[in-house]
């Protein structure tokens, strides 16, 4: 007996919502059935290059019994349209960062819970399939190097590059360490724009590992890795190529003291795939047993409230050498 389609919509019609519309057509189970931007222009021009339908108002939703919805609007509305869509019987999928201030993330677990709807936040690095390889064989990491690199696009430049590009490996690295953060220190500056353009931040965790992580947009290259360090083996991600190698000490039989230790070579098992499609069915997945997705409201939080503290660390940072060209906006 086959399963009835989930009903889905896509809210904010602007790139991240082109990319979703594009990819929720593709997956099995589920029925595109439209597309909302307060730009009407815009939603009918997207509605039209995939072949669904264009609305004008939310509340059009509701009345076409849409059953979730990827939400894509600007951050600072997040919460407000978000909040809406919980409290209408909508499961939402918010993308990242998932609010524009910790409060507002909260207004957003709150109206989950309240209204029994499922909330997740689009942190897609997640789903790459080079983390889910190293998610299964991580241990106890002590030592990060992550380097996030990208050529200036006039796309994002309302929020800084902690919150655009840098909070993908933030919360990546919550995910792998699963510790209290006890220190962070922080530098960024703009570059092009009146924003953080390139930043980079020491972060250690109760567990005694540090990561150095380091987020541009106005680079030369585009570079996606991540390294990181665990007893006797280092493991090197590749983002971009999905791929994930873990090279090691391998231990040997010989009791000839002077032997060099030999050194192992693995690719870890990966699956390519698209990490928005792999978001995108796990999230389908989610609505249809009502289990928590794997990045829920918490986990979006968590990655926001770190993204904070680097920002924090950033300005302290800039009031210290007096960087007076440099004028941020506070975090709240």
């Known amino acids: 007996m086959s399963l009835k389609p989930i009903r889905v919509a896509v809210v904010g019609a602007g790139e991240f919502g082109k990319n979703h519309v594009r990819v929720w057509r593709e997956i099995e189970g589920v029925e595109l059935v439209g597309v909302f931007d307060t730009n009407a222009e815009r939603a009918e021009k997207i509605a039209a290059e995939f072949g669904t339908r264009p609305f004008c108002d939310l509340s059009a939703l509701s009345a ?18 978000g909040c809406r869509l919980l409290e209408d019987g909508i499961d939402v999928l918010v993308e990242k960062p998932m609010a524009a201030s910790l409060a507002d993330a909260d207004r957003l677990i709150v109206a989950a819970e309240r209204c029994g709807r499922i909330l ?21 990491p002590m030592f990060f190097e992550v380097h996030r690199l990208g050529i200036f696009t006039p796309r994002s430049l309302d929020i800084d590059v902690v919150y655009d590009v840098m909070i993908h490996d933030l919360d990546i690295l919550l995910s792998l360490v699963n510790a209290p953060v006890v220190d962070l220190k922080a ?29 541009s947009r106005v680079s030369t290259e585009r570079v996606r890795k991540m390294r990181f360090f665990q007893e006797h083996e280092y493991i090197s991600l590749d ?6 190698l873990r090279i090691r000490v ?21 699956v390519p795939e698209e990490p928005l499609r792999a978001e995108l ?30 920002m924090a660390g950033i300005l302290d940072h800039a009031r210290r050498v007096q960087l007076g060209a440099f004028a941020p906006q506070e975090v709240p």
Request: proline share 5%.
């Open 187 to 215: 530098v960024g500056i703009p570059v092009i724009t009146d924003k953080v353009d390139i930043a980079q931040a020491r972060v250690e965790f109760a567990t005694g590992t540090v990561a150095n992580v380091t987020a």
């Open 64 to 81: 076409e019994r849409v059953d979730t919805v990827s939400l894509a609007v600007p951050t600072k509305s997040h919460a407000s349209v």
């Open 281 to 310: 069915r796990a999230f389908a997945e989610s609505v249809r047993t009502r289990k928590q997705p794997m990045v829920d409201g918490e986990a979006g939080r968590r990655a926001l409230e770190l993204a904070d503290r680097v």
């Open 120 to 140: 997740q936040v689009g942190h897609v690095e997640r789903f790459n399939p080079a983390v889910a390889a190293a998610q299964k064989i991580v241990s106890r």
């Open 239 to 244: 983002f971009t190529r999905q791929d994930a």
């Open 250 to 270: 391998q231990q040997s039989n010989s009791q000839t003291q002077a032997q060099l230790p030999q050194i192992g070579f693995e690719n870890l098992p990966t």
